[in-house]
């Protein structure tokens, strides 16, 4: 079946610098979706790309989606301690509202 | 609006019991879906509804069983609890197939 990969599962960053985690899908993605899991939250959803190629910004996360639409990526500069949390992606392969996610990146930031 | 309501928040059950988690939504979506949280794994898909009256297994259905017989409400059940189904479950719903899913606060379930 679908499988979305997540890397990396943990990062720790002092606070300023940037981070960047990476989600690959070993199917073709109709859309995907990135969420962001505050320390025992719930997953509250941030962006969706849909076309091949597609970056979008808010404030200082960066949201990619690859060419094949298979990979994405979220890149924060200068990070902050309010972006601590999880960050999960997760591939939309149809029309069912199946989200399939990955693993999650974890971010620690020290101030 | 109340958004997605999960029941309950907490509950720790015996080996063998069965219990039902609840999941109510008040935006009139048609998907919905469970998932289970484990540490290092993400959350996997369980069981999910593209509409009343129509449900379909997700990666990890072993041992839940589901049915949606209005659009607002997604039980979950657990008919024999099993210490592997301790976890936090999230029930989530969208209005679209390919839209944004909005997630409910989660239910910390142990099983012992």
């Known amino acids: 079946g679908q499988q979305v990969m997540q890397i990396p599962q943990y990062q720790h960053v002092q606070e300023g610098e940037d981070f960047t985690t990476y989600c690959n899908s070993s199917t073709t993605l109709s859309n995907i979706q990135w969420y962001k899991q505050r320390p025992g939250g719930h997953p509250v959803f941030l962006i969706q790309l849909v076309k091949s ?9 960066t949201f990619q989606f690859g060419e094949a639409k298979k990979n994405s990526s979220l890149h924060i500069t200068a990070t ?6 999880t960050y999960f992606c997760a591939g939309n392969s149809g029309n069912t509202g199946k ?4 693993q999650g990146t974890t971010l620690q930031v020290k101030p | 609006n109340a958004g997605v309501t999960q029941t309950p928040k907490f509950q720790v059950l015996k080996t063998g019991q069965s219990m039902t988690l609840q999941c109510a939504q008040d935006m009139n979506h048609e998907y919905m879906s469970w998932y289970r949280q484990d540490p290092g794994m993400g959350l996997r898909l369980i069981h999910y509804s593209v509409g009343a009256g129509i449900t379909d297994q997700g990666e990890v259905p072993n041992g839940y069983n589901v049915s949606r017989s209005t659009t607002e409400d997604f039980p979950l059940r657990l008919l024999s609890a099993a210490p592997s189904q301790t976890s936090v479950y999230f029930c989530a719903s969208s209005k679209t197939g390919q839209g944004v ?3 409910g606060q989660g239910t910390r379930l142990t099983v012992v």
């Open chain 2, 101 to 103: 899913s909005f997630f």
């Open chain 1, 99 to 102: 989200l399939i996610f990955g």
């Open chain 1, 80 to 85: 902050q301690t309010t972006d601590v949390g």
């Open chain 1, 53 to 61: 190629g597609e970056v979008k910004k808010q404030k200082r996360l």
